[in-house]
């Protein structure tokens, strides 16, 4: 049908611009609804390019957190790591019990995390679920380490053995583990190197 209309027009005696003005009057809104698809594909596919990358990221679940210091230890592990893509990101997370507490399960499920760090009240929750990394770090007292019945190995240690967990009131005196579906192992091992220790990941 459109074909059609087309051809008329283009076949009518009309003048060049009057036939211009016939072919935009009618597909004018054709034209504006294509311009703004264009528009929007072309925005999705912008923001997708540029997008933020993890290259690391801490999680932190624990009734008593300070939020203003989400921010500066993210700061600093960027230092520390110094992340060379352009979109690569060290991330840090504050997750205290309540809303949010569904955002930080679903991250944990997909893999997102390289470190997270508990109360005990969330580590007795997560300790018998199967999903933490077996490690050790060398060094390290084996007071210090968490290993519940179910590992062979400790799957925790004192959050407060890590110098730079230490320096920050929301990471002070928790216990840390490395997630088991981590990907990024590589660079769980340099953030740990950072901090003076050797990590053994162990299978």
Known sequence: MAKTKVREILKSEESTGEKLNYLWSYYKWH???????????????????????SYFHVAVLAPEVNFDEEEA??????????????????FVSFTPPGRLY??????????????????????EQYSDSGSMQQFRLNGIDE???YQPDIY???????????????????????????????ERQDRIAEFFETQGFEIELID
């Open 73 to 90: 230890l993210a700061q600093d592990m960027t230092e520390l790591l110094q992340p060379e893509g352009a979109n690569e990101r060290v």
């Open 31 to 53: 034209v504006a609804i294509f311009l703004v698809g264009l528009g929007f594909a072309v925005f999705m596919i912008n923001d997708w390019v540029n997008r933020p990358i």
């Open 152 to 182: 062979d190995n400790p799957i925790g240690v004192e959050s407060s053995q890590v110098p730079l967990f230490e320096e920050y009131n929301s990471t002070d005196d928790l216990i840390m583990m490395i997630p088991g579906n981590s």
């Open 143 to 145: 007071e210090a380490f």
């Open 102 to 123: 569904e955002r930080f399960v679903a991250q944990f499920s997909a893999g997102e995390y390289d470190v997270v760090m508990m109360d005990e009240e969330f580590y």
